[in-house]
């Protein structure tokens, strides 16, 4: 995710908890939707497109924090 922002992200998640906070809560989701979609017996559940939906809001916000922190930085 952001492979541009590699660097950047790395410094957040050591300086900024609330971006640790949220990158970890995205990766939980990711790996959650991962296993529900790879199992045969959920992988139809309308829990999974709400769990997506959460997870891109997370990514949004993730890019929000990334995108500000880059200009401030330059």
């Known amino acids: 995710m952001f492979p541009e922002y590699r660097d950047l992200i790395s410094k957040l998640k050591q300086e900024d908890t609330h971006f640790a ?14 296993g529900l979609t790879n199992n045969p017996v959920t992988e139809g559940l309308d829990e999974i497109e ?5 997870k891109l809001h ?10 500000k922190a880059d200009k401030e930085a330059k």
């Open 50 to 54: 709400e769990l997506k939906k959460q």
């Open 58 to 67: 997370l990514k949004d916000q993730l890019y929000d924090i990334l995108v």
């Open 21 to 34: 906070r949220l990158f970890e809560e995205h990766n939980q989701l990711d790996d959650k939707i991962t």
